[in-house]
């Protein structure tokens, strides 16, 4: 079944939005199956957004993701990559439905508290960069059978 990496940026840490961001996720009904908080180095920083190696906002990106705690999560569940993303919004926080994560918590694009694979395969790279497979947790929630017919 499929797995997203998602993550609190600095900002969305320093503004206390850890626990509504990942209620938001369980409340849909998705398995919190990977947690932690630390602050990223350079080198994870720049391998997470390698993608982005050489755009002019590329340095900025790095210095704001490593200037404080992040909380890197990873949720499993039907579609999670692709709701995840819905549910977090646009990149410009201004341009984003009232109900995304981005748009109920934020304006400027640099500071937009969170992170969401955009693909199956970012995700899968991603949880593999963050986590190791014995902090990822295999378990079956009661409610399963209540979330999925
Ligand atoms: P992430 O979930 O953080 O990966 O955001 P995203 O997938 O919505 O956007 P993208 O991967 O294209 O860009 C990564 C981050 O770089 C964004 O969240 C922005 O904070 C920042 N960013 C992207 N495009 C620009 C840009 O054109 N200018 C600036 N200043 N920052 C940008
Ligand atoms: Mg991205």
Known sequence: TERSFIMVKPDGVHRGLVGDIIKRFEQRGYKLVGCKVLVPSRELAAKHYAEHDGKPFFPKLVDFL??????????????????????????????????????????????NIIHGSDSVESAMREIALWFRADELADYTPVATAWIYE
Not at 74 to 80: A, C, H, L, S
């Open 66 to 111: 490593t200037s404080g705690a992040v909380v890197a999560l990873v949720f499993e569940g039907k579609d999670v990559v692709k709701t995840g993303r819905t549910m977090i919004g646009a990149t410009n926080p201004l341009a984003s439905p009232p109900g995304t994560i981005r748009a109920d918590f934020g304006i400027d694009m640099g500071r």
